[in-house]
């Protein structure tokens, strides 16, 4: 009888451990946004990626393969926020990378914070905080469901693909381009931690700088791009042509200095070097509690506003990130053991192609001339409502009205909204065009108006929306962009890998407000209190 109950109580205590390590969280969660990354990237480069970077989350992980962003603009700031909040620019307030602010009468930055200082770096760049964000972000959430215990960090060269996504609890790390080094604000320290000060001593962005960028394999065997040198990419200053190799010690001059490393794919590894920094000098997933790692991959952006989608620049970049995470995710194998750590991966938007491409291959498409448009509406408002500055600003597709003149002279605002919307419609390149009023007034429940009043916010929008034809770019022939609601702007990767993810896919819809939700439902905390986004629930039930 003792020898029965004994291995009945080993077999009792065996099922408590192994319920036990299953209730546990991962000790680390890795957030990885790519900046500009069409969805379409994971297959059309698929054949030279390595088997332990893209493809290990490709076929060990689950895969949304129908994931957008569900909102206009399709912008960085926006991007970063949306993910991380589960909420759209309405709600979380960050409607731009930048916005005109009528109560200022100026621009302001989304990332921008007047009350607080640089901390290493330069004074220009460290003005930078998450105050903008008027919501809680998943990374806020993971610190208070500890009591702060669990540790946040935010890396990227973009500051704002930083100290978005570490929220407002978070600690966040960016790239200044005058001296070259990693910085933070005042915001989160007073200094820099002494593992930073070191990781700047090494000044990796020089030693990367020292190179030429060549192709990593043949460029004759990058069959998914055009001709190397083309009338569709953007040179750099210095160099007429856009064709490999490209002496980056050489153009270092003309082409912003030692930032110029933002704009090449060792961009990308220099971001993987600072978290590896970090997540050693910070013991990042060796507590008790699960720790939050948010990496921001800020060059795929550079090199594909430059290069465009179709270009050799852009598919090396790729496949140089993919052997990178390959070796990032080798480390985490290591460090913290296959299975124990989480990973999702995303874009904060994808791209558009460029418009000389599509105009050579007989595609619709056109650039939209702003300043002709600037001009004739400036025309029709002095000549329908008198003299006067009517315009207040134009930005991010919309035009901002002055609202005090037109009281003064008695004029009904929103009447003067549709009449204005009416007349851009006249312009070429302009599909569509709504009205603040329309926004209050109406509820939009699918198409390009619900997108439009999901990036809709009534404190600091404008009067007259904007959306362009598809294909069509503001001001564009060589290089391209990003911001509308066109499925070439909102198709991006959404894919989740490790601690208790499922191996597998899906076509159905989602959208990347419904990552933070996924998480919250991984880890067992609270959803982002602004949250709109749904669990992805073939991941989070099983």
Request: proline share 4%; glycine share 8%; net charge negative.
């Amino acid at each position: 009888m003792k020898k029965i109950f004994a291995t009945g109580l080993i077999v009792v205590m065996s099922m408590g451990i192994s319920l036990a390590q299953k209730a546990e969280k991962p000790k680390l969660v890795v957030g990885i946004v790519v900046d500009q990354m069409r969805y379409e990237y994971l297959n059309k480069f698929q054949e030279r990626y390595s088997e332990g970077g893209f493809k290990r989350l490709m076929n060990e992980g689950f895969v949304m393969k129908n994931a957008h962003y569900n909102y206009i603009p399709t912008y960085t700031g926006p991007g970063h926020s949306s993910v991380y909040t589960g909420t759209t620019p309405s709600t979380h307030g960050i409607i731009g990378n930048n916005w005109y602010v009528r109560e200022l009468n100026q621009t302001i930055y989304c990332a921008e914070d007047s009350t607080v200082t640089a901390v290493g770096g330069s004074a220009k760049n460290g003005e930078i905080s998450p105050r903008n964000l008027l919501t809680n972000t998943i990374t806020d959430e993971l610190r208070l469901s500890t009591n702060k215990r669990s540790k946040v960090v935010g890396i990227a060269i973009k500051d704002r693909g930083a100290a978005l996504p570490a929220g407002h609890l978070g600690e966040a790390y960016w790239f200044d381009k005058t001296t070259g080094e990693f910085m933070t604000s005042s915001y989160y320290h007073e200094e820099l931690p002494d593992w930073l000060v070191k990781f700047n001593k090494k000044k990796l962005a020089e030693k990367y700088l020292s190179n030429t960028w060549k192709p990593l394999y043949n460029i004759k065997s990058y069959k998914q791009s055009v001709a190397d040198n083309n009338d569709f990419e953007a040179p750099f200053i210095g160099k007429e042509t856009t064709d490999f190799p490209y002496d980056l010690k050489k153009l270092m001059k003309d082409n912003d200095g030692i930032g110029l490393i933002a704009s090449t794919p060792f961009g990308n590894d220099f971001t993987l070097d600072m978290a590896y920094a970090a997540l050693e000098g910070e013991k990042l997933g060796k507590g008790e509690e699960t720790d939050f790692l948010a990496l921001s991959f800020s060059s795929t952006d550079y090199v594909g506003h430059r290069f465009g989608p179709t270009s050799i620049e852009l598919e090396d970049t790729y496949l140089r990130l993919d052997q990178s995470l390959e070796k990032f995710f080798n480390y985490l194998d290591k460090e913290y053991g296959k299975g124990e750590y989480l990973v999702f991966l995303t874009a904060d938007h994808a791209v558009a192609e460029v418009v000389n491409y599509n105009k050579s291959e007989n595609l619709p498409t056109g650039s939209f001339d702003t300043r002709f448009a600037l001009t004739q509406l400036k025309g029709y408002t002095r000549e329908h409502y008198g003299e006067g500055n009517w315009i207040l600003n134009t930005s991010n597709d919309q035009i901002f009205l002055n609202r005090k003149l037109a009281e003064e002279k008695g004029l009904d605002l929103a009447k003067m909204q549709r009449e204005i919307a009416d007349f851009m419609l006249r312009l070429p390149g302009i599909k569509e065009a709504y009205t603040a009023s329309d926004m209050k007034r109406m509820q939009y429940t699918e198409g390009r108006p619900h997108l439009l009043q999901m990036g809709y916010n009534h404190k600091a929008s404008g009067d007259v929306m904007l959306i362009l034809e598809p294909g069509w770019l503001s001001n564009s022939a060589r290089g391209t962009t990003h911001g509308s609601g066109y499925i070439y702007d909102t198709h991006v990767p959404v894919l989740f890998y490790g601690w208790n993810v499922p191996a597998g896919k899906s076509s159905r819809y989602c959208s990347i407000t419904d990552i933070a939700p996924t998480l919250s439902m991984l880890l067992d905390i609270r959803i982002p209190n602004g949250a709109s986004g749904q669990p992805i629930l073939e991941i989070s039930d099983k």
